[in-house]
């Protein structure tokens, strides 16, 4: 492989380096050699010397600016800093060789200072020049935020050695970096400020000079070698684990049945299709105020709602910045609110991120007599941990939201509880590389653990960003709701004023005061408005008095059905539990006439306030069929409560579920069903699909209950 420091490219693209430098010089006025910035920078040796240097040039400015906005500016500015930094001069990094390589020239540029060290002292000198214009803000952040997208892109070439047009392309990005931060630097001296901040990117020169640096990442000859180094890279270090003669088709199949034999072996808990509901569910721009926050972004650097952190972390996944599992509880699914089926799902998700953690999980699944044998808590715990201990670069983030939705009953220890004891055994590791966020309401025993656990805290109650990004949720709907959106103005600012005040930082609360208003006539909404609940709870008992009083019990076996499923009924299976006879002995019968046209529209009748329906992926029953699921897990909580059962009254004291009632009726429900297999115009496969609650296996000659209810 040739070099650039071969035949005459070297001389050529030290010759552009040196003509780089002198530009900036006498654009700016001030040499990037010379420069008491440079010198300081010169001696840095160490990524915290260099943040440190342009820290100190950023504390003047930061005085003219409010709390909430120096840490996205500091955070963007360090961000650009250490990522060049990373590929520049990383251990592993193949672009280490660049700078000797360049510097080995005789130019202005090369006498004692590397190309990137020629970067941060135009970083330096930008930040001197601002420091004193108050409104520099704007401008700093878009302009590193434009950069830092450009260096993060460069970051492929720290994975195996670039040739000598990537060596190119990347000395040409260099230059236009300087010329970039030179113009910026330039119209600061030059108190443009006001014009400059409004034109930043607009038509100027920094505009032109950072379309430059796009058409540069995006030429062909860069992308090309790009995908060929990716390649190259991947083939390099799966050689170990492949047969000598195994052609690429060969390789793939080989890892493609690897991961089938995986997932049929561990059974993980799909985690995706939560997050596109919540992904679905979150309005948008909401939560940018968490991701900016110092909070993050020193959990980041420290050794979902939660969708948005999910996003966030998977983007860097996608650079080779970072390793990401994540994991969303979930109330109604027995797979996804116990610590095996967070085990398994990380695994899953894990084994195919690093060769190194392929490797440990392969071995596991050969150490139990390939997957003959179905591994423990306690070895999968382990195997987790073995993967977390080998990961050197990149850092690996592990994500479980709603950790309150995993029960404290019944069990010893709870569900809850081996999660917990799970997360405190990943904590105490003390890993440098190991990042671990998790989210939940805040509930007494998850509290006592993560107290003592956490190294930052985030309470959404005390978030202003919180209450804006309700207050951004609410103006949207008001203008676009296809109902409210066609109120006079007067109306709509009372619903705003109303929902903001009583809201307290509570999504749920807010979305389901909607509901409510879009009853009323505009001329009736300042009474609607009054008499709005103040809680949650209060908002649960409005929707149970909403239910027809005829169909009361309907809704109430509904509610129970749902409430000790352990996985998500379909609407058909749902449904059929209303054309059940249950008052026709102890064993409920089936009532043919009972049975609804449409199970859906029966089911939304019944109850539809406080439920939602989602659509199968394929995991409990045909894809694209529909499930129906509690609208949020705080009303299920709320329907088994003691405050249910001990509300005034009795017309909403009646919906309150108890277990083991609910149990009895579910599994009566199911022995019903059961016996009308023993009438001979029943037992056919055509009449077997009119049974939703009977599931059948092809091949089979055995009829078993759906497993959801017993």
């Known amino acids: 492989m040739s070099s650039i420091t071969d035949t005459s490219d070297s001389s050529t693209l030290q010759s552009l380096l040196d003509d780089a430098v002198k530009q900036y010089q006498a654009k700016v006025g001030a040499s990037l050699i010379e420069h008491q910035l440079a010198i300081r920078l010169r001696s ?74 020629l970067i941060f002292s135009a970083i330096g000198i930008l930040l001197a020049a601002v420091k004193d214009v108050n ?9 590193f935020d434009s950069l830092g997208n450009v260096v993060q892109r460069l970051d492929i070439y720290t994975q195996a050695s670039p040739t000598t047009a990537v060596r190119k392309v990347v000395v040409k990005i260099i230059i236009e970096m300087l010329s970039t931060l030179a113009l910026a630097t330039e119209q600061i001296k030059q108190s443009r400020l006001k014009k400059f901040g409004l034109k930043l990117f607009g038509e100027n020169k920094v505009e032109g000079a950072l379309k430059k640096l796009d058409k540069l990442i995006q030429e062909e000859v860069r992308a090309t070698a790009a995908q060929t180094l990716g390649v190259v890279s991947r083939i390099e270090k799966n050689s170990r684990v492949i047969m000598d003669g195994d052609t690429s088709h060969a390789k793939k199949e080989k890892a493609d049945q690897m991961r089938r034999d995986l997932q049929h072996w561990l059974s993980p808990p799909d985690p995706s299709k939560n997050h596109n509901i919540a992904c679905e569910a979150r309005y948008d721009g909401t939560t940018k105020w968490l991701i900016q926050s110092d909070t993050l972004v020193n959990w980041q650097s420290s050794g979902s709602l939660f969708s948005s952190i999910i996003e966030y972390i998977d983007g860097m996944r996608k650079s080779g910045l970072a390793s990401l599992a994540f994991f969303y509880c979930e109330f109604g699914d027995d797979e996804k609110k116990n610590s095996r089926g967070l085990m398994s799902s990380l695994l899953f998700q894990l084994h195919d991120q690093s060769q190194s953690y392929s490797d440990i999980l392969s071995k596991f699944y050969l150490d139990h007599r390939n997957g003959s044998q179905e591994p423990s808590d306690t070895a999968l715990a382990n195997c987790l941990k073995d993967i977390f201990r080998c990961a050197a670069h990149p850092p690996i983030h592990v994500i479980v939201d709603a950790l309150d939705e995993c029960p404290k009953a019944y069990d010893t220890p709870t569900p809850r509880g081996k999660v917990l004891k799970l997360v405190e055994e990943l904590v105490c ?34 978030e202003g960003g919180q209450r804006q990004d309700i207050e951004a949720y609410v103006r949207s709907v008001v203008d676009s709701d296809l109902v409210i959106g066609t109120w006079g103005e007067e109306e709509k600012t009372l619903v705003i004023g109303a929902l903001l005040q009583k809201g307290d930082r509570m999504f749920k609360w807010v979305s389901c005061q909607f509901d409510f208003l879009r009853r009323y006539p505009p001329e009736r909404i300042r009474r609607a408005l009054e008499e709005l609940p103040d809680t949650l709870d209060g908002t649960y008992e409005r929707s149970l008095q909403d239910i027809d009083e005829a169909i009361w019990d309907y809704a109430h076996r509904l509610f129970q059905c749902m409430a000790v499923a352990s996985r998500p009924f379909t609407v058909e299976e749902l449904a059929e539990f209303l054309a059940l006879d249950f008052e026709a002995g102890e064993i409920p ?17 019944t109850c539809s306030s406080l439920i939602t329906i ?54 009566k429900a199911c022995l019903g069903t059961l016996l009308l297999l023993d009438h001979d115009e029943w037992f056919t496969d055509n009449s077997l699909k009119e049974l939703p609650l009977v599931r059948t296996r092809r091949h089979e000659t055995s009829f078993r209950p759906n497993e959801t209810t017993l």
């Open 429 to 462: 590791l003390n890993l440098p590389n190991l990042r671990i966020c998790v989210t939940s309401r805040p509930e007494t025993d998850i509290g006592t653990v993560l107290n003592r656990l956490k190294s930052h805290f985030v309470s959404l109650d005390e």
């Open 589 to 605: 019968k089936l009532v043919e006439d009972r049975r609804r046209k449409d199970p859906m529209q029966a089911v939304l009748t």
């Open 135 to 143: 409104a520099g803000y704007d401008l700093l952040f878009e302009l």
């Open 44 to 117: 840095c040796h160490t990524i915290e010397s260099i943040n440190q240097v342009l820290e100190e040039q950023l504390q003047a400015f930061r005085k003219s600016l409010g709390n909430d906005r120096h840490p996205k500016m500091t955070k963007s500015i360090l961000h650009t800093v250490n990522v060049l930094h990373t590929v520049f001069t990383g251990s592993g990094t193949a672009l280490r060789g660049l700078q000797g390589a360049i510097q080995a020239g005789h130019g202005v540029a090369s006498v004692s200072i590397p190309p990137i060290r």
């Open 614 to 667: 989602v659509q199968e992926d394929g995991w409990y029953g045909p894809s694209g069929s529909k499930l129906v699921q509690f609208s949020h897990f705080s009303v299920k909580e709320f329907l088994m409560s003691g405050r249910l059962a001990a509300a005034q009254m009795p017309t909403i004291r009646r919906y309150n579920i108890l277990t083991t009632p609910a149990h009895t009726m579910v599994a």
